[in-house]
């Protein structure tokens, strides 16, 4: 059973993450997504991507069991590639965030032009009560949004609502969930009455500002995931705990930090 659907209809695909209950990425929700916006963004009759979640989450994230060292680089680049894909499409690319967007989940909305947020949706990264920390959003966070508040969100793990989200820079509209619906067909109608060659230009010189991270910066910041941070203690006592469901022991500050390498 596919964990991503597409839909093009009248120059739109919708790419819907179905993976209930939270819409959380496992490495094949994670290889799906990324072939589902590479082959929409290679269609001429495509001219908006619009990123969905289906149910009551937009994605809760990467699954943790997925971060593990056995899999974690695979898992990581697999990710990464669909943040390049959403990053890379020339078309611009819409987020509906209904709910829930945490860890992974709000990384994919950071790739994204615009975000339309439902009041009820919620946005963070809480990688760091785990003892790891978002890549992508640590380097991308911080040219999107005022320094204090991406500190606060990498360092804290603090989740916000919509409405600070809004403040901060992380969505474009709010929209009550009666009105969700359609302030997302608004936002994708209002591209569609514009021209897409120039739309597609116009991305193309948006990436020359560098304002997100390119492929070879989350490159670099994926390598440093892997071969140093998942080379602590307490990278993999904090994934650890939270799959046994207890409070993890983390080791004594520098000395943890050097302890496997």
């Not at 966070?141 to 916000?160: D, K, N, Q, S, Y």
């Not at 820079?169 to 009550?176: K, V, W």
Request: hydrophobic share 50%; charged share 25%; aromatic share 4%.
């Amino acid at each position: 059973m596919p964990f991503v659907h597409t839909e093009v209809k009248k120059g739109v695909a919708q790419v819907e993450l179905d993976r209930p209950p939270l819409n959380v990425l496992d490495l094949a929700a994670a290889a799906e997504l990324a072939s589902a916006v590479e082959d929409a963004s290679r269609r001429e009759d495509v001219a908006v991507i619009l990123l969905t979640g289906k149910g009551r989450a937009f994605c809760a994230g990467v699954d943790v069991r997925d971060h593990l060292p056995d899999r974690g680089a695979e898992m990581l680049a697999t990710f990464h590639r669909a943040c390049v894909a959403l990053l890379e499409a020339p078309q611009p690319v819409v987020a509906a965030v209904q709910g829930p967007a945490m860890g992974g989940g709000c990384e994919l909305t950071l790739c994204c032009d615009l975000v339309v947020a439902s009041t009820q949706a919620t946005f963070g990264q809480p990688e760091i009560r785990l003892g790891v920390f978002p890549p992508l959003a640590a380097t991308a966070l911080p040219r999107m949004i005022p320094f204090h508040a991406a500190a606060e969100l990498l360092l804290t793990g603090r989740v916000i609502d919509a409405a600070e989200a809004a403040r901060v820079g992380l969505a474009n509209r709010l929209a009550e969930p009666a009105e969700f619906a359609s302030a997302v067909g608004e936002t994708v109608e209002a591209f569609l009455r514009l021209s897409p060659a120039s739309l597609r230009l116009t991305r193309e010189v948006l990436r020359l500002s560098r304002a997100r991270p390119t492929a070879a910066e989350i490159a670099e910041v994926e390598r440093f995931y892997v071969e140093r941070l998942m080379q602590t203690h307490d990278a993999i006592e904090g994934l650890r705990a939270f799959l046994e469901k207890r409070e993890p022991q983390w080791g004594s500050g520098a000395a943890s930090a050097g302890a496997d390498r």
